[in-house]
């Protein structure tokens, strides 16, 4: 016996905090075991690059193994081992991080140091009741040794006979922890962790079909990729490289728009590749989440203030040793390193946007109905990208053509502006239904933009609080005349009493209709146009479709929607129906507001029935 003792912590209830309270999520104990392997590797690898050593470090690799009779899990490891002076300095005094010191000692060097999770080791105690460390060191002539600790903070060590350079870590399994020693469970947890570690992990041996039975071969199952294409050099990689990345992330995914791969040294280090996926539905953004790696350690795909909101939307991979881990949310976001890390993403999500839109215009109007809505979020929610993506992003008008904003300012200009000084963006957020608004409005020689999107309404006001003396309106939320007025109002050439008359008429045959409001007006827009129209106000309609995105708008959102159904007192059915009152211009009227109502879409039901039936009575 080598020695026996207490473990340097302060309180003797360690271990029943590290089980509840340390780590939320269980299962981390092995990614924490295995990246100590991988470190020890890699440490090797260092000290034998620095001249200090002569071992063989060729075949490094950790293995994992259950041992389902013993009840252990047992993750092996060929790296630099440790003495019995190192585990009672590294293991038994807590305090001392044998990784930090490491890396103040071999800071300069390339070997990445996977090691900041903090209590890493004692995570081990989440899920086994008893612990050993049976370890040979690397140095000449060290001696093996067993530490063994079952939770309670007395410790024992030993010499023992172990003949291969490395560490056996070995996990008595708890009983309420058996799923541990099930291997589904373990090859589960390693392909969640463990797949892109730089150090060859291999559980089992890899299994083949044959005769209808699952068998096991004699290869090693390696269960990692060493060399992840986010940590090689983008001039290595050609597209089909990038695309099946993406498939090992998330296999059953189309392939991504395109990629963007982060490489930075300075201020802080960062390396990732981030995708625009191809949405086909909310769940799939849901689902696919950016990861976040630590030197190729998974640490979490929930990386909700690392990155801005609107990014979180994007796919793939983001590795940094800067992120402050094991800290709460709050703090992430007023850490400064956070804070520039967040803010080099943004900056570099926007110049590759750029670089498509110069380089490929065609291509990038191509993707833009599915690049629309991360940008349109972005330009939302983030001010700084705002700035930098003013100058890419597209508008479509309803002809399916794309422009930016200069170039359809530059397009509607002269033939917009209205008799103030204001510029008039008319749009359609449905080709189909407002199609006889969008043909008025083609007619009359303006341009109509097609906003269907599901943040075109705020995006639209962004667009104005941004523009000067520019305003949207759908095209079916006035009549023509007056969604761009030109020339001061025609008057109308009926009397005070005529009008009201008229007005009479028709509000007596408006239709009941479940929050739904018409207000009968009468103007005078020519004997050539349309006899009858329903027309939407644009603010009303406009704060009603915001209140559904924003939940502190509902009282909008509980108005009736209200339409004006706007008389052509130039228009001969209409003239002809002043000053009478018959059975037969009753069923005119009726007529004019159903057929109103029809091109509105409007008209259903009973009501639809009743008009086609009075329709035919016109034969
Ligand atoms: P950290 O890795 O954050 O320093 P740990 O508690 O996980 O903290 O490990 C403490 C120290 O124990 C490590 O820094 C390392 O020096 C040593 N250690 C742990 N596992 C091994 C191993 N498999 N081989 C060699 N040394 C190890």
Redesign the pocket.
Known sequence: MLGSGKIGVTTDNIFPVIKKFLYSDQEIFLR?IVS??V??SQKLKTIVASGQSQANTEHLRVSISIDKEAKTLTIS?Q????TAEEIDK??NQIAF????EFLEKYQNDTHAII?H??????SAFMVAKQVDII?LSYQDGAQAVKWSCNGSPEFSLEACDKKERG?D?VLHIDEESEEYLQEEKIAALLQKYCKFLPVPIVFGKKKEWKDGKEVSTDEDNQINDIQPAWTRKPSDLQEEDYNKFYKDLYPFSDDPLFHIHLNVDYPFTLTGILYFPKVKSSIDLQKNKIQLYCNQVFVTDSIEGIVPPFLTLLHGVIDSPDIPLNVSRSYLQSDANVKKISNHITKKVADSLLKLYNDDRKAFEEKWDDLKIFIEYGVLTEEKFWDRAEKFILIKNSEGKFFNLEEYHNLVNSSQTDKDGNLVYLYATDKDSQYTYIETAKNKGYDVLLMDGELDVPFIQQVEAKSEKTRFVRVDSDVIENLIPKADKASVSLSEDEQKALKDLFSKQLPEMDKMRFDVQIEALGEDSLPIVLTQNEFMRRMQEMAKLQPGMSFYGEMPVSFAMVLNADHRLVKELVGVQSEESEDKVKQLIDLSLLSNGLLKGEALNKFIRRSYDLF
């Open positions: 924490e100590n392997a470190d020890a490891d790296g630099i081992g440790m590294y293991i991080s044998g990784a930090e090691g999770f903090g209590l890493g080791f004692y370890t560490t870590i």
